[in-house]
């Protein structure tokens, strides 16, 4: 009976988080196309940084501004331009939440004795950071090659290199073999670290705050609800992704460079990145820091960032709903 529960559980997580990774990539795939141009584009990204290398003889850029590129994203590639590697990115980010929730739940619940949800709340903020960081580094080792693909597909533009997936899988495990599908695998292993770490660890710490504020507010009342509510829920998840994408934000700009080096790109999207150019992650942070300065470290932090806090959000939310859904059909 316990291990049939156990395999309940873990089929309500996985479920549960496949969806809501499900509806939280498409509906921020705009965001994140933009994001991927930003970061993968070797020339400055902002009209200020482009006037600073003009007037020192370099050349211009392709994306300036959030609103620039979204003006020629719409009207060189259409609405669908918005969406484009999100097949990919679907195939990527279903197997990752649904494997990062899962893993998340075994062990939360090893640490706290308890299969219960309402008690891994009261974890320590410490054992909630490291469960979330060794979750995502399982779910990211499951789902990388579709990662790898959807960040590819993303970054191409018009005309297309690669006009579907498959082509493109087809092409790196050609040219690059196997590890082709794995580049840039060591710094997002990094990055997930503490951007997985900071990201569960931050939500179980408001949501803690939440219920410490709502049982305030409903021991001065005389109708009470210590429950958190879902707009309650939507903060915490908005909160979390923030303060998890702005920190881990330069480790992702290094990942997007290692996944698109060698692979041929339109001119017109600016210059192409070299073959091995980059040692390891720390050469990658290093070169990018000399020839671009900090801001290239953080090329694409904007939409990054306004993709984050609603991605994060809605993962949550959809997530908390799905789940405590699937247990009442189950149950």
Request: proline residues 5%; hydrophobic residues 40%.
């Amino acid at each position: 009976m316990e291990e049939t529960g156990q395999l309940k559980r873990a089929f309500i997580d996985a479920s549960a988080g496949a969806i809501s990774g499900g509806i939280s990539r498409t509906v921020t795939s705009p965001l994140d196309v933009i994001k991927i141009r930003f970061q993968v584009q070797l020339e400055p990204t902002t009209q200020w940084a482009l006037l600073t290398r003009t007037v020192c003889g370099n050349s211009n850029s392709k994306y300036t501004g959030m609103l620039q590129a979204s003006k020629d994203i719409l009207r060189e590639e259409g609405l669908p331009g918005f969406w484009r590697g999100n097949v990919p990115a679907l195939l990527m980010v279903m197997p990752y939440t649904a494997i990062q929730f899962a893993v998340l739940h075994k062990l939360k619940t090893f640490a706290s004795g308890s299969s219960k949800s309402e008690d891994h709340v009261n974890l320590s903020p410490y054992l909630s950071y490291i469960s979330g960081a060794l979750a995502g580094c399982a779910a990211t080792v499951g789902s990388y090659p579709f990662d790898l693909l959807r960040t590819i597909l993303a970054s191409q533009g018009e005309p297309k290199v690669y006009p579907n997936m498959r082509a493109a899988s087809v092409d790196i495990f050609r040219t690059r073999g196997i590890r082709g599908l794995y580049s840039g695998l060591t710094p997002t292993l990094v990055e997930i670290v503490p951007y997985a770490g900071l990201q569960f660890g931050t939500y179980d710490t408001f949501k803690r705050w939440m219920m410490a504020w709502n049982h305030l507010r409903s021991s001065k009342a005389i109708h009470g609800d210590e429950q958190v509510s879902s707009f309650q829920l939507f903060i915490c998840g908005l909160a979390a992704g923030t303060c998890a994408k702005a920190v881990c934000h330069p480790l992702d700009v290094v990942k997007k460079r290692f996944q698109i080096e060698g692979l041929q790109r339109h001119p017109r999207y600016g210059a192409q990145l070299k073959p091995h150019a980059y040692k390891n992650m720390y050469d990658g942070l290093r070169r990018i820091l000399i020839e671009e300065g900090w801001a290239g470290l953080y090329k694409g932090i904007v939409p990054s960032v306004i993709k984050a806090a609603p991605a994060g959000a809605v993962t949550f939310v959809a997530y908390e709903y799905t789940s405590d859904w699937l247990e009442s059909k189950l149950t």
